[in-house]
């Protein structure tokens, strides 16, 4: 599988306290290990198992992911923003790579 | 070990069969009841409450490898008003976990859209935890014509 490459999508600009959505997408192939190869031997799993969104350090949003989600795992969110700062956006995959993604919004 | 190649396969082709046999039939019956204990544990002994979450998932889904669900709690998420948890169950999959999300303050809305891997027609089940301790359950049944797990 090549690199896991996270697309984050957060608006630019908002008004102070304003709820914004943000949208996620990484591409991973999310083994869930029910699948065979071709000699029939279980392929072994391989998912990412976490997901975290901060914002200036503090959590936005958590979760914890199964087999059951889809390939190239999208999350769709919401996030309040007080302030100008940055999102920080961590996917934890089960061989231990992480993977990250950083993106700035200004408040107006 | 000195093996020929009919006994090589025979041998193959035994644990092959035990393999397939324990992973599909155990998962498959028991799943039902394992959503049944996951949804008791999550609760933590509260009776399950409908109202206040929405899930949102299609009637049928042609491809169950992505089947787009959404879930959202009306809450004001500020001080004792607050989702703590989310959890989305799949009662037919061979393990009835998809995901569990947490909400902080700063979610401003309890609301997530995700995809999920749906084997066969069966129930989606979306439980939230408040803060005060309330469980909220939706469910909903999606009839699926191509299951998404194994293959």
């Known amino acids: 599988m090549a690199k896991s490459k996270p697309r984050v999508k957060v608006p630019k600009s908002a008004a ?59 999350l769709e969110f919401s996030a309040k923003v007080p302030q100008s700062g940055t999102f920080k956006f961590t996917w934890v995959d089960d061989d231990g790579s992480v993977y990250e993604a950083e993106n700035t919004i200004e408040v107006q | 070990m000195n093996l020929n190649r009919r006994q090589a396969l025979g041998l193959a082709t ?17 799943a039902a009841e394992d959503a049944e204990k ?48 989310v959890m989305l169950l799949a ?6 976990d998809v995901a569990t999300f947490r909400f902080t303050a700063l979610s401003g809305v309890a609301a997530v859209t995700t995809r999920m891997r749906l084997a066969k027609t069966q129930n989606v089940i979306a439980v939230a935890r408040m803060k005060d301790g309330s469980v909220y359950m939706d469910k909903k049944q999606v009839k699926v014509t191509i299951g998404g797990c194994g293959g």
């Open chain 1, 16 to 74: 102070a306290g304003e709820v914004i959505t943000i949208k996620t997408l990484i591409s991973h192939d999310m083994e869930s290990g029910q699948r065979k190869d071709k000699d029939g031997n279980p392929i072994p799993r391989k998912i990412i198992n976490k997901f975290a969104c901060t914002f200036n350090g503090e959590p936005v949003f958590e979760c914890e992911l199964d087999p059951a989600i889809s390939a190239n795992p999208y």
């Open chain 2, 91 to 96: 009662e037919g999959n061979p393990s009835p």
């Open chain 2, 38 to 85: 996951k949804l008791m544990e999550f609760a933590g002994g509260k009776a399950l409450e409908t109202g206040r979450i929405t899930l949102t998932a299609p009637e049928i889904a042609e491809n169950g490898n992505t089947v787009p669900v959404s879930v959202s709690v009306e809450s004001a998420m500020e001080g004792d008003d607050m989702v703590e948890s």
């Open chain 2, 14 to 30: 035994g644990a092959a069969a035990f393999a397939a046999t324990g992973f599909r039939a155990l998962p498959a019956m028991a």
